[in-house]
């Protein structure tokens, strides 16, 4: 017992970052054990993505025009891959608002751990979760046909849906913390993430959209990030015309940028709701 | 109770806490020396679990000061964790886990090193009988492999202050009296405990002290065997057929005992100190009246009259009274 708390002491003036970090992998491990061993999460990862490519690919692909000639399967996949990510950060909410109602959070809390942890384990097992969600609708995307200008623009645009992905997340944990139930965080976030999701250039042309719905869904973070990642997975690929009514207009790096600003935005304002959220609970 | 010569392992004064309009704490204060176990009893809603998230670091109390291990609870929440263990009213256990990961994992969150994580978790597993379901996932434990599990989780970082939320609550009886078992070696191996309970059995066997909770306030303090007598020691009591018939036997005894005479429903009690004198009187004079009463007896007086007596505020007034 000695040996443990000088142990712990000594570990507390250069230590402190090194133990959020060993905490966050423990709580990471936790919960990509936790999700691994619930199937019904991992086949709803698996199966969403397959079925909205094919969904759009063979069922409504045929009606969607304005493509301005690009092939409507590359315009396509990265609004999947966007919607894809932001459904499945769910998770981050479903899971916290679980273990907040079984008291496995008050059990944390009481531990000498770091809180930051508790968030980061959450969301670096999501973030995974995620990552294979993407890999499973690649595979799905080239075998109906699907081909990105390049690898390294397609290992960016991947890079930054995971991180709008996380910061999404936050949102989802803050919701999470707030609601004490699984269910509730559905509820509560759907009416949210469904719009976003949809009245955005995920699925279809902006253009093609009442002119009232258009602002919105050119101007919106969600469409931000899909013209981002379209743009970088396109490459030199599309024409000017294909920028200009397709991707927003901005160059690549424009996109980037602010996708990056809306990432780093929603992800600050929501990991310090998060935090306060945490430190106040009412046990 | 040998070792209660160490300082306090637990002070609180003056505990204030409150949600919205609500009091749930209004100046508690508690102190439980090392190495004994303080038993907060009170009814639901009576503030006991709002006072043990305070002393664990889960609450901020609006105003007063508490010290858990020497440590004062709200500047040094951190320091205070590293100290105590928490089992929670409902097991915190994580049930996709198997009982080995979530006694290791709490040890790895308690930055213990790996190899004593899972030594540690093996030696814990062994203690409380789980030892064969330590490789189960928990969600296929029962009610009282759960709790057991749940507390062994509260231990795993040898804490020398334990927090016990209704330790037993919703536990058959069997379950029961091996957690009880459980806690009591614990003590015997000098942690202390602070437990909440609801029932009087409980807080009877594992307490050496209990304050008494009701409405946020602490309204009685001491051993069990002192709230007892506070009571005022042995009761005869008189059980008759109806409650009419009860109030006329109360008024013939009233000055057979050595004490206020109470009637409730169809029951009697005369306080006798003197025991069997006072047992004799009362025969004699239901005798002289020709009354059979259904029931006598003579007895030591439960916690369950001390509970009831103190939560009930009307009874309360007049034990105030009647003790000056």
Redesign the interface.
Same mark, same amino acid.
């Given at each position: 017992?000695t040996t443990? /708390?000088t142990?712990?002491s000594s !570990?507390g003036t250069n230590g402190r970052l090194g133990?959020a970090i @060993?905490?966050t992998a #423990? *709580?990471a491990g936790?919960n990509l @054990? %936790?999700l691994m %061993?619930?199937p019904e999460q991992i086949m709803f990862n698996l199966v969403s993505p397959i079925m909205f490519t094919l969904l759009f690919r063979y069922v409504f692909g045929g009606a969607i025009g304005g493509l301005q000639g690009l092939n409507y399967v590359n315009f396509l996949i990265p609004g999947i891959a966007v919607q894809t990510v932001l459904f499945s950060a769910g998770v981050t909410g479903f899971a916290l608002a679980d273990d907040l109602q079984?008291?496995?959070i008050? @059990? =944390? %809390? /009481? =531990?000498? *751990?770091a809180r930051s !942890?508790v968030f980061g384990g959450r969301v670096a097992a999501d973030t995974l979760n995620n990552a294979l969600g993407l890999i499973i609708l690649l595979a799905t995307g080239f075998a109906v046909g699907f081909r990105p200008a390049n690898v390294p623009g397609l290992v960016l645009a991947g890079l930054l849906l995971l991180l709008f992905a996380l910061a999404v997340s936050l949102g989802y944990a803050l919701v999470g913390l707030s609601v004490r139930s699984p269910e509730a965080v559905n509820a509560a976030t759907f009416p949210i993430i469904f719009p976003l999701t949809f009245a955005s250039s995920a699925f279809v042309p902006v253009e093609t959209m009442p002119s009232w719905l258009q602002g919105f869904a050119t101007h919106q973070p969600v469409s931000v990030v899909i013209n981002a990642a379209r743009s970088l997975i396109l490459g030199d690929t599309a024409t000017p015309e294909q920028r200009d009514l397709l991707l927003g207009g901005s160059g690549t790096a424009s996109l980037v940028l602010q996708s990056l600003a809306w990432t780093i935005g929603i992800g600050v304002v929501f990991g310090l709701l998060c935090t306060r959220r945490y430190r106040n =609970?009412? #046990? | 109770m040998t070792m209660a010569t160490n300082a306090p392992a637990v002070i609180a004064t003056d505990l204030v806490k409150s949600f919205g309009d609500v009091r749930a704490l209004d100046r508690v204060s508690l102190e439980v020396q090392a190495g004994t176990v303080l038993g907060l009893l009170g009814p639901n809603g009576a503030g006991k679990t709002t006072a043990v998230n305070v002393l664990t670091t889960l609450l901020r109390a609006d105003s007063g000061h508490a010290e858990v291990a020497g440590i004062d609870v709200l500047r040094h929440p951190g320091a205070v964790r590293r100290r105590i263990g928490l089992a929670g009213q409902y097991p915190a256990v994580d049930e996709s886990l198997t009982g080995i990961e979530n006694l290791t994992l709490v040890g790895r969150l308690n930055h213990l090193p790996t190899a004593q994580c899972r030594s540690r978790a093996a030696e814990l597993l062994e203690q409380f009988g789980l030892a064969e379901a330590g490789r189960r996932f928990a969600k296929t434990y029962s009610g009282g492999m759960r709790r057991r599990l749940d507390l062994a989780a509260a231990l795993v970082a040898r804490p020398s202050v334990l927090f016990l939320d209704e330790p037993t609550t919703g536990l058959d009886p069997r379950s029961r009296i091996d957690l009880w078992k459980v806690i009591e070696d614990l003590v015997t191996q000098g942690t202390t405990v602070l437990l909440t309970t609801q029932y009087l059995e409980e807080a009877d066997r594992l307490a050496d002290r209990i304050s008494v909770v009701d409405g946020g306030q602490v309204i009685a303090e001491g051993s069990p065997s002192e709230l007892k007598s506070r009571m005022g020691g042995t009761l005869v009591e008189v059980r008759l057929d109806e409650q009419s018939q009860a109030r006329r036997v109360a008024e013939l005894l009233t000055d057979a005992g050595d004490g206020r005479v109470s009637s409730q429903g169809t029951l009697v009690r005369v306080p006798a100190s003197n025991g069997t004198a006072v047992l004799a009187e009362v025969v004699r004079r239901l005798d002289a009246q020709n009354l059979s009463p259904r029931g006598l007896q003579l007895r030591e007086p439960s916690l369950d009259d001390v509970f009831l007596a103190l939560t009930d505020r009307f009874a309360e007034d007049e034990q105030i009274r009647s003790t000056g």
């Open positions: 017992m443990t /708390s142990g712990i !570990a133990w @060993r905490d #423990a *709580m936790r @054990r %936790r %061993r619930q079984k008291g496995f008050n @059990r =944390l %809390r /009481s =531990l000498p *751990m !942890a =609970l009412t #046990a | -």
